[in-house]
């Protein structure tokens, strides 16, 4: 298991130049998360949440300032090295769940442990597989489950490796409020579990709650930052 | 929407590129068929008419107006031919570039004598004027002139006569009381002036006559002294001269001005000859020698084009395929933008709209490429003048077919599909999306076992029908039934589908990998998608596969039709190069060893005669088989029941040996082993009995290609004969290359050929002289053409897969890499993959070719002399097409891997 790592960013920005200007998606944040913490990022659409998860994931690498996950600087790093960083560090769970369509659930969750050279993880992949209820469904491919199972399997997937870090884009964005709950709560036992820091991207307010730390953006900016206690009460 | 259309072709120059790639090879094939086609026509015009000698011959019927002297005193009176105005009558028709007199007197042996000197032979003696040299190179004056007042004679009248150049010859002219004397002004070879020998009787004409002895004379000498003396001898009581002389204007026409298709030139000097015949209706016989060749070259030349389309449908056809796969790649893409231009407002009428120009554009484009690519192979391979042979209007019809051919492609490839896609309901199109891919109509509706069963019922009504047999027609043409090819096209589609389906069926039947435990990753991941999605490479190795197995067949056709054809040139030959002396000189000793000239590595003469066996005349050749063994193949299938080296070598053993045909042997029961009793005739021609025995049969004999009866030693033919003179030589050469033998035959003509007239055949000039059939087609041009082609669509069908692989997958890959696959892994999954299809396409087109090669050499066999024993094989030619295949898929692999890591993570995974 990785051991938790804190996060640094030191006035990270990200920049795209497109036909009609430049698009300051993520536009100078300096920000602190503790190792182990639970985070939300929210804010409307277009705000940059998902640039940022990005650029905390090592999928994309800031136009400038520093980002530090434990002692690596993602900002400098080379893309063989992030690659690296990414099957070692890194847990993500998708929106679209993003499967491998000809992989079943279990040997999609077994293909993040194969990544990092583990061949003989299968036993740990059923167990995580029916520690969130798939126990029955390991085997069917990812057309035969339900958008809920696919995200379980999607859970699975980046909690396999026991990862220093969960990134979570919009887990619950395609699903109904009972399976949004119930997916949120085995993310939270799995973080606990692993004592993991977890970033999730949300719009969903409930979601957001549950977290100790709430991070509102907006046109690329760090525009509020609260944080609750473990019960959920504001404290900042 | 026109300008949304040219934006989103700009915007995605890699879709266009795939789009346009497919008709641009269709095109372009499709093109470069039709314009070698055409060339290949006006070649085969070019040679059909090259070796005719005298275009027409126009002969009086009545040369020496006897019939209308006659006629002047029963009926209304025809006046006799004036053949010098009529001359100048036909030297005015558009289209002739020379008119020339020509008289033929045959007379008898005692005809001519010089001193003391009396000719015991018959003479010819030719009229015609200096101008006929210059127009006929047939005669080659060898010293002196041809003048109006004296006589050229050839060199065995010379000979006889013992007269040189200033001597004199006097000549008895039926009807002339005294003689007549020439004085003699030049000597002149006929060796090569077959035509004139040539019989212009309606029973026998055409049939060659070899007079050595000729005397020429000018037409005016004709005129004024011989023919007035041949009327007289004709309205004589009892005329002495027995055979009516000939007078005749002998018609050259001006041959660049005749159209390049044979059928256009046939009407053409069909319309000449009529014209000249229409000048003196009734009086002239016209011998049309230019349209006899025409008419051979037309059948031939419809013939040729029926093949050539035929060995180049397949080309089209998968260029065709090709189109269709990269549409149905890109269909995903351009649905999902459809999707998009609908829920942005725009209607069916619209997007219809869209997908028109987008078919027009593309079928423009990739015509114009294809044109391009077309014109531009024929000239890399043939040169600028395979464009210039053919007509303008011939090469303007080429290019509006291929223009049609590829907006149909188009339509066929990117249209229908699209406009079915239009008319389907946006929701049902999403849930399409969603849906696993559907199992492939082919597979469905076992199409591989319909084509197959299609191409053995074709091949059986076929055979039935006597399709695979060869028709005889006019000359040595051949008459092929063309839809003998049907059978191989259908089996090539339907084996090739077959093939993918065993494969489907096999990686179906994989054991599935150890649930417990996932491997390694890249071999753990591609083996299940291998065996997950398989149906996914079945497209991708139909396309190749198809390509491969064409280019396969074609390279190991054509090269087994060169093999065989030059085999066919050897054997008809019977050597490298076959020499014959002009029997109208004499070789001197020893003429053989003359024969040795640089290059050559052995000599043998080979000599015909006829011989009795029984009561039946039979044809035996005379061989001396110890240099016969050095310059003739003899393939052991040439003989029955013995080796060729065992036959050859019993002759060797005893000379009074022989080698039996199988048809003689079957006839008269002869074993080997038994005496054969055969009558030859000496030199003086009387009758000797000799005795020889079996030591062989044989089925073919090299030289022989009409067949041949028996083959004796010519030491035991001499003995019993007497007859020393060789009929030809056979010659090998040390290289058996064009330029090689065309230096020996040179050196042979001007060496001993300065003392005998020689006649040197090689096997090229074989090879060329078949230029009237079939059998002479340009196949390596076309084979040539299309595998240029076909290494460029197995490349492009390779490119066009991965880049498709990469169109449909890119989500999972980038989801790879988002989640830490390495690039090095990814490329290693994408090269499994088309390494897979790569494989197995090689491997499977090369079956179905060789199959495929085999059915075509079948069908073809009636154009061989010698049936072909085994398929020629190519290596560099296919591994040329194996490099392309693998070198193509090695580069989209590495194109599609940068790719790959250029796609952006965040903006694929934000993607649906």
């Known amino acids: 298991m990785s051991q938790a790592e804190a996060i640094r960013l030191a006035g990270v920005t990200r920049h795209y130049r497109t036909p009609a200007g430049l698009v300051r998606a993520v536009d100078g944040i300096d920000l602190e998360i503790d190792a182990g913490a639970t985070v939300a990022v929210v804010g409307p659409s277009g705000c940059g949440k998902s640039t940022l998860l990005s650029l905390l994931g090592g999928l994309d690498r800031p136009t400038s300032g520093q980002l530090w996950v434990g002692k690596q600087n993602l900002a400098t790093l080379s893309d063989p090295a992030r690659a690296t960083y990414r099957r070692t560090h890194v847990g993500f769970i998708f929106q679209s769940y993003d499967l491998l369509p000809f992989l079943t659930a279990v040997e999609n969750v077994a293909f993040q442990l194969s990544l990092q050279g583990e061949l003989d993880g299968h036993d740990h992949c059923l167990e995580l597989l029916d520690s969130l209820g798939l126990g029955d469904h390991a085997d069917k491919l990812p057309d035969q489950l339900s958008g809920g199972q696919r995200q379980r399997v999607g859970i699975a997937r980046a909690l396999a490796h026991r990862p220093a870090l969960i990134l979570a884009d919009e887990p619950t964005g395609e699903l109904d409020s009972e399976t949004s709950r119930s997916v949120m709560d085995l993310l939270l036992e799995a973080q606990r579990h692993l004592g993991a820091t977890l970033v999730v991207v949300s719009h969903d307010v409930g979601v957001a709650q549950r977290l100790q730390r709430v991070l509102t953006l907006r046109d690329g900016r760090l525009v509020a930052d609260s944080r609750s206690d473990p019960k959920g009460q504001p404290v900042a | ?912």
């Open chain 2, 1 to 912: 929407m026109l300008s949304y259309t040219l934006r989103d072709l700009l915007r995605n120059p890699r879709r266009t590129l795939a789009s346009v790639v497919g008709v641009a090879l269709a095109v372009g094939l499709f093109s470069g068929i039709a314009f070698f086609v055409d060339s290949s026509a006006a070649t085969m015009t070019a040679h059909a008419i090259a070796p005719v000698a005298i275009d027409m011959q126009a002969d009086v019927t009545d040369p020496l107006g006897t019939q209308a002297a006659g006629a002047a005193a029963t009926a209304a009176p025809t006046p006799p031919v004036n053949l010098a105005a009529l001359q100048s009558q036909v030297a005015a028709l558009p289209g002739v570039s020379s008119v020339d007199r020509l008289g033929i007197l045959d007379l008898p042996a005692g005809a001519a004598t010089a001193g003391t000197s009396t000719l015991d032979a018959p003479l010819r003696i030719f009229a015609f004027d200096p101008t006929f040299l210059a127009h006929y190179p047939i005669v080659q004056v060898q010293s002196g002139s041809l003048d109006a007042a004296s006589a050229m004679l050839s060199p065995d009248a010379a000979r006889a006569l013992g007269v040189a150049i200033g001597g004199s010859v006097s000549v008895a002219i039926p009807g002339r009381p005294a003689l007549l004397p020439l004085p003699v002004s030049a000597i002149a070879d006929f060796s090569h002036a077959d035509p004139l020998f040539a019989s212009r009787s309606a029973d026998t004409q055409g049939e060659f006559v070899g007079i050595p002895n000729v005397l020429v004379v000018s037409t005016a000498l004709w005129d004024h002294t011989i023919l007035p003396s041949l009327r007289a001898d004709a309205a004589a009581a009892a005329p002495s001269l027995k055979t009516a002389p000939v007078q005749e204007l002998d018609v050259q026409l001006d041959r660049r001005r005749l159209a390049v298709d044979p059928t256009t030139a046939v009407i053409r000097t069909q319309g000449i000859r009529r014209s000249i015949e229409r000048l003196v209706p009734g009086q002239l016989t016209v011998i049309d020698n230019l349209t006899d060749a025409l008419n051979g070259a037309k059948g031939d030349a419809i013939l040729a084009k029926v093949l050539f389309i035929f060995l180049g449908l397949p080309g089209v056809l998968l260029a065709a395929y090709l189109s269709r796969y990269a549409g149905s790649l890109l269909a995903q893409g351009q649905r999902r933008e459809r999707a998009a231009l609908r829920a942005r407002g725009a209607g069916p009428a619209q997007l219809l709209q869209v997908l028109t120009y987008n078919t027009v554009a593309v079928g423009i484009i990739g015509s114009i490429l294809g044109l391009a690519l077309g014109f531009g192979t024929l000239l890399m391979l043939f040169g600028r003048t395979a464009l210039t042979t053919a007509a303008p209007e011939t090469f303007l019809l080429s290019i509006g077919l291929s223009l049609a051919a590829g907006l149909l492609t188009t339509a066929l490839a990117l249209y229908l599909p699209g406009r079915r896609a239009l008319t389907r309901e946006v929701a049902q199109e999403s849930r399409e999306m969603d849906a696993q891919p559907a199992v492939p109509a082919w597979l469905r509706l076992r199409l591989d076992l319909a084509f197959l069963l299609a191409a053995a019922i074709v091949g059986s009504i076929t055979y039935l029908a006597g399709g695979y047999r060869p028709t005889s027609s006019e000359g040595q043409s051949l008459s092929l039934s063309f839809y003998v090819l049907l059978a191989p096209l259908l089996g090539w589609v339907g084996a090739t589908l077959l093939g993918v389906r065993l494969f489907l069926a096999l990686v179906n039947r994989l054991p599935d990998r150890r649930r417990d435990r996932f491997g390694g990753l890249t071999r753990g991941t591609l083996m299940r998608s291998l065996r997950r999605r398989s149906q996914a490479l079945a497209s991708g190795m139909i396309a190749i596969s198809l390509a491969v197995a064409f280019g396969v067949s074609l390279s190991l056709f054509v090269t087994t039709y060169q093999t065989e054809k030059l085999a066919d040139a050897r054997f008809t030959i019977g050597s490298d190069l076959r020499v014959t002396p002009s029997v109208l000189a004499a070789q001197p000793p020893g003429f053989g060893s003359t024969l040795q000239v640089a290059g050559v590595s052995a000599v043998s003469p080979v000599s015909g005669a006829t011989a009795l066996v029984g009561t039946d005349k039979r044809a035996m050749a005379i061989v001396d088989p110890v240099t016969f063994t050095r310059v003739a193949s003899l393939p052991d299938s040439f003989f029955i029941g013995i080796s060729a080296s065992a036959a050859l070598n019993g002759l060797v053993a005893d000379p009074s040996g022989i080698l039996v045909s199988d048809e003689l042997a079957r006839t008269f029961n002869v074993q080997v082993g038994d005496p054969v009793n055969i009558q030859l005739r000496t030199a003086a021609g009387k009758p000797v009995p000799v005795a020889f025995r079996a030591v062989g049969r044989f089925k073919n004999f090299p030289g022989y290609p009409q067949g041949i009866d028996l083959v004796a030693t010519r030491s035991a033919f001499q003995a019993a004969t007497h007859r020393t003179t060789a009929e030809f030589f056979l010659l090998r050469a040390a290289q058996a290359d064009d330029a090689s033998l065309a230096r020996i035959a040179a050196a042979l003509q001007s060496g001993p050929g300065r003392t005998v007239p020689l006649r040197v055949e090689t096997t090229t000039t074989a090879v060329n002289r078949d230029q009237s059939t079939l059998a002479s087609l340009n196949l390596r041009g076309l084979g040539n053409l299309e595998s240029v082609f076909t290494v460029l669509m197995s490349a492009a069908g390779m490119a066009i897969f991965i880049f498709g692989l990469l169109l449909q997958r890119r989500k999972e890959y980038v989801t790879m890499r988002a989640l830490g696959m390495p690039m090095s892994s990814v490329r290693a999954l994408l090269l499994g993959e088309a390494g897979t299809v790569t494989v197995v396409s090689l491997v499977l087109g090369a079956l179905v070719g060789a199959g495929m090669a085999l059915l075509f050499v079948q069908i073809l066999t009636p154009l061989f002399t010698i049936p072909p024993s085994s398929i020629s094989v190519p290596a560099g030619e296919l591994a040329l097409l194996a490099g392309a295949v693998v070198g193509a898929t090695a580069a989209a692999v590495l194109a599609a891997g940068t790719t790959i890591r250029r796609l952006s993570l965040v903006e694929l995974l934000r993607e649906e």
